[in-house]
């Protein structure tokens, strides 16, 4: 019988989520729509369009841990978020690498800058020197949300019209964008074609912090060198843009858990995933399972719970819609 490989997991998964999030938006527009009077048709919310808020997310964490308040302006957005903690915490990057829709874009893009044959290897110090400014934007972030901002600040912020209708706000990002977005954005997505993954490995402080989570993983993918033939053939299938072939265990901030240089590998059982101390292997297909499963679970947990729907009136929604 033939294998299923790694990769068709990976873009089957990508491109299911992906799809999904694009039907999450259509009906958040047709939602708004209705909310301001442009339509008749009634919609409810998506709650899942809240997992586009990581900092409102952030915030609503802080409020959870300093006062025990569950936020009840983004539940689902606290939910996701707290969900995709827990992912990088077990699972290594598996958000990125499975469930993230731009990871699924960029995916596209590294495919057609390897047809056009323009793929750009950054390596060495150039590499380096890209990688610091997303710590930077992300421990900025951190340091300003949990560290400088008061309880006071954190209950405003949190319930201001603004924090209301952040999804609204990025939804008008997109449809009404400025020229000067535009070309930013369309920079970063033709860097994309011949960086691999420019925005994920560059510039994404989300990333960056799942990333540092990873690093605790109990999962990692582990080199033989007693089978290992040096073709090299991993490091150029890997999103990360890690030296699979010299590492005997892949624990890097980079490493999506893609398992696409396992994919790539021509010697069996030559790269596996392993726990950390590589005593016991695991099949390819743990992270992406692990990952879809613990983002699944979450959603149920916060259903059953109440924790996922808003239960502020829509007429105060709408009230805050119609003043943006
Ligand atoms: S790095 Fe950021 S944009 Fe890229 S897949 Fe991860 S969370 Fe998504
Ligand atoms: S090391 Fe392997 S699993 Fe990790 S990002 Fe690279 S290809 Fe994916
Ligand atoms: S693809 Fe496999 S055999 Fe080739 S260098 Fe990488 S680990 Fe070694």
Known sequence: MKKISPELVRDSIQFAMTLFCIWVGYRFYLFYQWMVGNSDIAVSKPGAVEGFLPISALLSLKQLFTKGIFDEVHPAGLTIFIAVLVISLLMRKGFCGYLCP??????????????VGGIVTVKGKVELALLIPKYIIMTSLLISVLFKMSGQELDAFIHSPYNFTAEARMMFFFIDISTTAALIVGTILLLGIFIPYFWCRFICPYGALLGLIAKASPLAIKRDENKCISCGKCNKACPGGIAVDIK???????????????????????LSVT??????????????????????????????????????????LRKYYMMM
């Open 275 to 316: 726990d950390r101390l590589s005593r016991i292997k695991l099949p390819w297909y743990v992270i992406a399972v692990g990952s879809l499963s613990i983002l699944l679970i979450y959603y149920a947990a916060a259903k059953y719970t109440n924790h996922w729907d808003s239960p502020y009136p829509l007429q105060m």
């Open 248 to 270: 005997t265990t892949v624990n890097s901030a980079e490493c999506v858990g893609c398992t696409q240089c396992i994919n790539a590998c021509p010697v069996d059982g030559c």
């Open 102 to 115: 731009v990871g699924f874009i960029h995916n596209l893009l590294n495919r057609i800058g390897r047809k």
